[in-house]
């Protein structure tokens, strides 16, 4: 696990592609939970070269930056279409 985390320090070095446990370490996730996101949607894009799926540093970056969160009800209230919960639009 150390060589993985080596290499996704070393990636911006050099190739811009992770593999999915370099990929999970640079987002701070586990390498199920982004096997999840490929299966569910929702997760950073990702590409399949072959047989191997392999994430770009650019494609992570932008992933996390469009997560962010200003409060922990903004999921909530996005999802509903308001800025308040439990108020429904009229």
């Known amino acids: 696990m150390?060589?993985?985390?080596?290499?996704?320090a070393n990636a911006k070095k050099g190739s811009p592609f992770l593999n999915t446990d370099q990929a999970a370490f640079f987002v701070g996730l586990s390498r199920r939970?982004?096997?999840k996101?490929?299966?569910?949607?929702g997760g950073p894009h990702y590409r399949k070269?072959?047989?191997y799926v392999r994430y770009h540093i650019a494609d992570l970056e932008e992933w996390s930056n469009?997560?962010?969160?200003?409060?922990?009800?903004d999921a909530g209230a996005a999802a509903r279409?308001?800025?308040k919960p439990g108020r429904k639009d009229a």
């Open 81 to 83: 279409g308001t800025g």
């Open 33 to 35: 939970t982004l096997e």
């Open 2 to 8: 150390d060589d993985d985390n080596a290499r996704a």
């Open 66 to 73: 469009s997560s962010g969160k200003s409060s922990t009800s």
């Open 37 to 41: 996101m490929r299966t569910a949607g």
């Open 49 to 51: 070269h072959g047989r």
